[in-house]
């Protein structure tokens, strides 16, 4: 496993604005690389982040 790519693993994020966008993309890229993730958003497109989320494992 390459360290650096799992820089986040055993972190906790707390990303606002991870319904969309960039809040989005940066929730998932997070979730894959380990670590566990809380997001806030407006009930806009939770749906679609949190499903990616959790396919990530998280």
């Known amino acids: 496993m390459n360290?650096?790519?799992r820089q986040v693993a055993?972190?906790?994020g707390l990303i606002?604005?991870?319904d969309c966008?960039?809040?989005s993309a940066v929730?998932?890229?997070f979730a894959k690389e380990?670590?566990?993730i809380a997001i806030s958003y407006l009930e806009v497109q939770q749906d679609a982040t949190r499903t990616q989320i959790?396919?990530?494992g998280r």
Do not use: P, Y
Request: aromatic share 0%; net charge negative; hydrophobic share 35%.
């Open 54 to 56: 959790e396919q990530a």
């Open 27 to 29: 929730a998932i890229a």
């Open 21 to 23: 966008d960039i809040g």
């Open 10 to 12: 055993s972190k906790v």
């Open 16 to 18: 606002t604005g991870g």
């Open 3 to 5: 360290t650096q790519s």
């Open 34 to 36: 380990g670590a566990q």
